[in-house]
């Protein structure tokens, strides 16, 4: 008997599109229901949870500026965040453009696995990765070229607290572009059935918001 899903009537002469055929495996949890599935619940809930996170770095963030006289390093002046500018433009800067760059190519690659393009997943992840890698690179150089350690009074602490747990998020986010990657070579996405890549897309975009509101507090406000 076949099954319900292959049985298709012709409406007025049309013949059956074979995209309307759901392969085998395309069930469980990367099926792409009408309404949110238990996986695309479970994201919600996680990146909630690093929002609640993240909420509280803020917020010890400003409670200890608004709190603490000597909120600069102890070693005197606030040191300059233009650290070693590329055509004028400073390396947190560069890194900003970088994350915000690669947010719209993570989304242009969501977008063409929804119309079943594989190619173009594949195309888009790869720049998207890429840029990933480059923000990482440049704040591990930054880092480097800081002038104080966490230990060199609250402000250097509270700012390698706030910018290493974003890096380290940024680095889950590479790695998890990278497994959907693989997966796209693997050929295990398709239309009705990527719920991997739009998780991976909703992370890599909560990491870039995050991100800004550093900018914002860290870079801009001080």
């Known amino acids: ?20 055929r759901l392969p085998p495996n395309e069930t469980g949890l990367e099926a792409q229901p009408s309404r949110f599935s238990a996986g695309m619940w479970a994201v919600i809930l996680f990146v909630s949870s690093e929002a609640f996170f993240f909420g509280a770095l803020f ?14 390093p102890v070693f005197g002046e606030k040191p300059t965040w233009q650290v070693d500018p590329i055509f004028g433009i400073g390396l947190p800067t560069l890194n900003t453009i970088e994350l915000l760059v690669s947010s719209v190519t993570m989304q242009i690659a969501v977008n ?27 704040q591990g150089f930054e880092y480097t070229r800081l002038g104080f350690l966490p230990r060199d009074g609250i402000f250097a602490g509270v700012f390698f607290t706030l910018t290493g747990f974003h890096g380290a998020h940024v680095t889950g986010g590479v790695v998890f572009n990278t497994i959907v990657f693989y997966r796209t ?29 550093l900018f914002t507090t860290i870079y801009i406000i001080g």
């Not at 008997?1 to 309307?20: F, I, K, N, W, Y």
């Not at 917020?59 to 600069?72: D, G, N, P, S």
């Not at 693997?186 to 890599?204: D, K, M, N, P």
């Open 59 to 72: 917020t010890t963030y400003f409670f200890l500026r608004a709190k603490v006289l000597q909120w600069e």
């Open 185 to 213: 070579l693997r050929g295990q996405f398709t239309a009705r059935r990527h719920l991997a890549v739009e998780a991976a897309s909703i992370y890599w975009h909560f990491v870039d918001v995050v991100w800004i509101g």
């Open 1 to 20: 008997m076949r099954s319900t899903l292959e049985d298709r009537t012709v409406v007025r002469g049309r013949r059956p599109d074979p995209a309307d």
């Open 112 to 138: 063409a696995i929804k119309r079943g393009d594989r190619r173009s997943l594949r195309n888009w992840l790869i720049p998207t990765i890429i840029l990933g890698v480059m923000f990482l690179v440049g």
